[in-house]
């Protein structure tokens, strides 16, 4: 994560670079900034490449050669950036920065389900602490560049090569690391779950009926269900189509696409708009400002984040029984929708807070007030992360959560922080033309510049008024959750109905389920806490 800040951290030494590199398109050299949103995203268009070939190999392709695969690559990309600017040459830059996608995309494919798998009942803690790695990666590189390109002993393409020297240990201990289960390959096809280690409870009432099944199913039949359709044959054509399939999974990345594309715009150009403000009159001292409050705000959100949804999880599984579920890996189908309706109401109420936190810094002239608001929202926006995470791996088949992942960053790249940054820096070199780097690493008039600040305010305008879109798309999002609830609940109410009028053999299970059901109701304004289980009293507290 810290390579990919490193530019947006020495975000003027890299215009000045981009406008003089020898074979910088014209169009990059008229609009510097323009041209710092394409680098970034030359790192997301490899990414995505990357992200499609590991969510597709994690099927058959142990994972542990599949990340550490990703590593190499990612060291020669991180090589080559630096040697870019030995060779002063832009498109040297674009396709090292290009390659360095590669590595993330293994990691973002692997590590979700696997800590899914085997986090316990703190899964989503553990979730949480993993994807803290993005902001406070992000937040280093932003200080850790800024310094770099700022020292005249170094520079900053030695920013890269100390990052290739730092990471060989990393490489080297990655070669030892061990793992047998399922023979080291997380998303085969007929992955079971032993189902005689899950507790159901008793038939007392006591027990957590969230474990409870609500309609009574024989031995083959719930291995069946559990097991998956057996000998299914992978595909990329058949993982992108059971992502699309999933309209949970599709209006849940349309909205977190809004987001990501908010956050990398500020991280690329933060240190750009707090200069223009004239907030700050020393681009280091922006970045670390910056840097900080996005690595504080990281640090303490993700894993607030992560302790909600464990939470969550807890209210519809239950805390009490000998195996928990874990992380919801081996919850049963119809918890599925409850739990993502419950978490993804909380994640649009924590971008709501969030808004209300960072629409006022357009009109702060004050540093502190500037940052400790943007901090605020920031930190809120962070929080949302882990629950984001839980709802896509919910909205598919357990073997499709490495392609659901997969399916998730690419579109919150391609429709978020690949256009979003490049689409701004051109506002913002329209609104506030004099507020554009020259080749000295200098505002192209800094008195102008001073005069267009009502232009920059403007283009931040648009950018928070972009996470509009999360909202809409995650109440859609949540609707879609609810309206599965409602008739699923509707089915299973017929299907007892059926087996009153049949006289089911398996009459002890009905009596039980049919003591405790409720017709069901479809309210729309209904509490989002819906009942653990569909067959049972809606869940208090």
């Not at 951290?9 to 169009?27: C, K, L, R």
């Not at 553990?126 to 020292?151: D, E, K, N, Q, R």
């Not at 509490?527 to 869940?539: H, I, K, M, Q, W």
Request: aromatic share 10%; proline share 4%; charged share 15%.
């Amino acid at each position: 994560m810290t390579d990919r800040s490193i530019i947006a951290g020495a975000s003027q030494e890299f215009s000045a670079f981009v406008s003089t590199a020898y074979d910088s398109p014209e169009f990059v050299k008229e609009n510097p900034d323009a041209g710092i949103g394409i680098l970034q995203a030359a790192f997301i268009c490899g990414y995505t490449i990357a992200l499609l070939l590991s969510g597709h190999f994690v099927h058959t392709m142990r994972w542990k050669p599949l990340v550490l695969g990703g590593l190499c690559v990612w060291w020669l990309g991180v090589l080559g950036s630096g040697n870019a600017k030995q060779y002063n040459s832009f498109y040297v830059l674009l396709f090292s920065r290009m390659a360095t996608g590669c590595s993330e995309a293994a990691f973002q494919v692997v590590a979700p389900p696997l800590i899914q798998d085997r986090g316990g009942n703190m899964a989503g803690f553990w979730l949480s602490i993993y994807l803290t790695g993005l902001p406070l990666g992000l937040a280093f590189g932003y200080v850790y560049g800024s310094h770099m390109a700022g020292s005249d002993e170094w520079g900053w393409d030695w920013a890269y090569y100390f990052m290739c020297i730092a990471s060989i240990p990393i490489l080297a201990v990655m070669m030892f690391v061990r793992d047998e289960t399922n023979g080291g390959i997380l998303g085969r096809a007929g992955e079971s779950v032993n189902v005689d280690n899950i507790d159901y409870g008793e038939d007392d009432g006591e027990g957590p009926i969230a474990q409870q099944p609500l309609l009574a199913r024989s031995n083959e039949d719930e291995a069946q269900t559990l097991q998956g359709p057996e000998g299914e044959n992978f595909t990329l054509v058949s993982e992108i189509k059971a992502c699309l399939s999933s309209p949970v999974l599709v209006t849940l990345s349309l909205g977190w696409s809004a987001i990501i594309g908010v956050v990398a715009s500020l991280g690329t150009f933060g240190g750009a708009f707090v200069l223009a403000l004239q907030l700050y009159d020393d681009e280091r001292d922006a970045a670390y400002s910056f840097g900080v409050a996005a690595a504080l705000a990281g640090v303490i959100g993700t894993p607030l984040g992560g302790s909600l949804v464990d939470k969550i999880m807890e209210r519809y599984t239950g805390s009490n029984t000998h195996e928990p579920m874990r992380g919801g890996e081996g919850i049963d189908d119809s918890l599925r929708y409850p739990i993502i309706a419950s978490v993804v109401a909380r994640i649009n109420a924590l971008v709501v807070t969030a808004m209300l936190f960072v629409v006022p810094t357009l009109v702060m002239k004050d540093a502190t007030f500037f940052l400790s608001f943007l901090f605020i929202g920031w930190t809120l926006l962070f929080m949302t992360q882990t629950g984001v995470t839980l709802v896509a791996l919910l909205s598919v088949d357990r073997s499709h959560r490495p392609n659901a992942m997969a399916f998730l960053m690419i579109t919150s790249h391609l429709l978020g922080d690949v256009p979003l940054p490049i689409v701004l820096g051109l506002i913002k070199d329209q609104f506030a033309p004099s507020c554009r780097v020259r080749e000295s690493g200098e505002f192209e008039d800094p008195e102008g510049c001073k005069a267009q600040q009502a232009g920059v305010r403007q283009t931040l305008a648009i950018a928070y008024a972009w996470i509009l879109w999360s909202i809409i798309f995650l109440e859609i999002t949540r609707r879609i959750a609810r309206h599965k609830i409602w008739k699923t609940r509707t089915e299973e109410h017929n299907t007892l109905l059926l087996q009153e009028e049949n006289g089911s053999e398996d009459n002890r299970a009905f009596q039980y389920y049919h003591s405790r059901f409720q017709p069901p109701q479809y309210d729309e304004k209904a509490n989002d806490d819906v009942s653990p289980s569909f067959g049972t009293s809606a869940l208090k507290g």
